[in-house]
């Protein structure tokens, strides 16, 4: 029983996780593809500064390469970790795993050439946080499409999976800034993003997940206990949960109304 409620916890969580970040894709596709649509280039700012300056055409371009793929690489990620889409429907896997390959290589090129060409808001710090995260993304892109290419499935799925923990991470950047600004009142954040929080964020939003992927993918097979497991289906619970508070509040004041705006 300890063993099929880990299961069904981790499948809700899943479900969670998917839901939300697919709702931030869209609104990432309507708030910021919707502004260049509009020629409106400058409401690019309004959640982040100095993302759009005119005098910077290189890295707006960079940056609105980056934010166009992104929302592609958060709406298919979990379609593509589904056993039964890779075993009923092997093609469309394949065909849809190239597209999300690709998207995640121009979201991480898009970042690091804005990087490059102007710079993070944050200065250096999130400068080298921000280009660790677009190199490894472009990393773990590549290696898991070469391991496909040469059909060694077991280091294509383990690719994948730090793929998938690093794609979701400007979801999670965003997500822990909430449940940050909540309970903590924005303690350690500075509006030019030079606080001590700041700081540690610009590596937050991605090393932990693949932290938790390399544990996973050296646990994987080893007995647990039961206690074990009972304590890892509470800690999933509690995770669902708690992301589901973040996605309805950010849902019903920034994504939603963007997305209805847009498309309603």
């Not at 100095?50 to 709406?75: D, K, M, Q, S, W």
């Not at 979990?78 to 999300?100: E, I, K, S």
């Not at 490059?116 to 499409?145: I, S």
């Not at 050296?218 to 039961?226: K, Q």
Request: aromatic share 12%; hydrophobic share 55%.
């Amino acid at each position: 029983m300890s063993g099929r409620a880990v299961r069904t916890a981790g499948v809700a969580l899943v479900a969670v996780v998917w839901a939300s970040a697919a709702l931030f894709g869209v609104y990432i596709l309507a708030a910021y593809a919707g502004a260049f649509a509009d020629d409106d280039l400058a409401s690019w700012n309004d959640v982040l500064p100095r993302v759009y300056e005119p005098r910077t055409p290189l890295a707006t371009a960079a940056i609105g390469l980056h934010f166009a793929a992104g929302g592609v690489v958060l709406l298919l990620g979990f379609v593509q970790l589904l056993p039964t889409q890779r075993a009923r429907h092997p093609r469309l896997h394949r065909v849809t795993g190239r597209v999300y390959v690709s998207a995640c290589l121009l979201a991480g090129i898009g970042g690091l050439g804005f990087i490059a060409v102007k710079g993070t808001v944050g200065g250096p710090v999130m400068d080298v946080g921000f280009g660790a995260y677009g190199a490894l993304m472009v990393l773990c892109a590549v290696q898991a499409y070469r391991h496909a290419r040469a059909r060694r499935l077991e280091q294509h799925r383990a690719w994948a999976l730090r793929l998938f923990a690093l794609a979701v991470g400007s979801w999670l950047y965003r997500m822990d800034y909430g449940f940050w600004f909540v309970l903590a009142g924005g303690a350690g954040h500075r509006a030019d993003f030079h606080g001590p929080f700041d700081a540690v964020m610009s590596f937050a939003f991605y090393a932990p997940n693949l932290l938790v992927v390399e544990a996973y993918l050296r646990g994987r097979g080893r007995p647990a206990s039961a206690p074990a497991r009972c304590g890892a289906a509470a800690v999933l619970v509690g995770a669902s949960a708690f992301l589901v508070l973040g996605t309805y509040f950010f849902t019903t004041q920034l994504w939603g109304p963007a997305i209805a705006e847009r498309f309603g």
